[in-house]
């Protein structure tokens, strides 16, 4: 202030005051509080759609378990062995024919044995009555004692024969059915079809996948058709 200027640049105005723009302190703290509330809000419904979308996939997926047990289940099904083998036509004949084998051979071992037994009898009277030398008697014992090794060993064959010829007609019998089976299949597509019987491996099975009925009335009328 030497020429009695006052220095524009050096000019004194008014202090300002941030009150006078109107944001008072505790608007300033509403706002901040404002803010915090709407970012808790978001915050919460996020949460909420990502629980959401959770709890759909997690019934998604248990509905996908459900259909694929569901499937699993319905691709199985089962035929009841006892009543195939009582029932099918092809089986009540070979069983037919298995037994008349059987009383044909027991009746030749039966005739056989009588026939034996008889000679042993006359043999033991002659030998009581005197009327056979020693060495007659002998050879006779001799003889007795091989025609019983030989009804044993008659025996033993016949027994082996049907226990063959049993095997035979079981294996002849499974195929007829495996291979009926493996056409059935052709149309109804199951993955397993079961042999269930009293006492094996399938201790229980719903009767809704009981197919016995319908294999047994079409194995049957395949069999009377051949026939």
């Known amino acids: 202030m030497t020429n009695g200027k006052t220095d524009p640049g050096m000019e004194a105005g008014p202090v300002k005051n941030f009150s006078n723009r109107g944001f008072s302190r505790g608007m300033i703290v509403n706002i901040v509080l404002f803010i ?12 909420g759609a990502e629980d959401e979308a959770a709890s759909e996939g997690e019934s998604v997926a248990v509905a996908d378990v459900e259909r694929r047990i569901d499937d699993a289940f319905n691709s199985i099904a089962y035929v009841d062995n006892e009543v195939l083998l009582e029932d099918y036509l ?55 004692m091989q025609r019983q090794q030989d009804l044993f060993q008659l025996s033993d064959t016949y027994r082996e024969r049907l226990s063959t010829r049993e095997f035979e007609m079981n294996n002849e019998l499974l195929d007829k059915i495996g291979d009926f ?40 009328s395949e069999y009377e058709g051949q026939n």
């Open 90 to 144: 092809l089986a009540i004949e070979m069983r037919a024919e298995l037994e008349s084998e059987q009383r044909r051979l027991e009746s030749d071992i039966e005739r056989r044995q009588r026939n034996f037994q008889a000679d042993v009898e006359r043999f033991q009277t002659d030998i009581q009555s005197g009327n056979i030398s020693m060495e007659n008697a002998q050879m006779r014992e001799q003889e007795l």
């Open 36 to 47: 915090g509330l709407l970012a808790l809000y978001a915050l919460h419904f996020s949460k």
């Open 181 to 220: 089976l493996a056409r059935y299949n052709r149309e109804k597509g199951y993955d397993f079809i079961l042999g269930y019987a009293r006492g094996g491996g399938i201790l229980y099975a719903k009767p809704v996948h009981d197919i016995t009925s319908e294999v047994l009335e079409q194995l049957n």
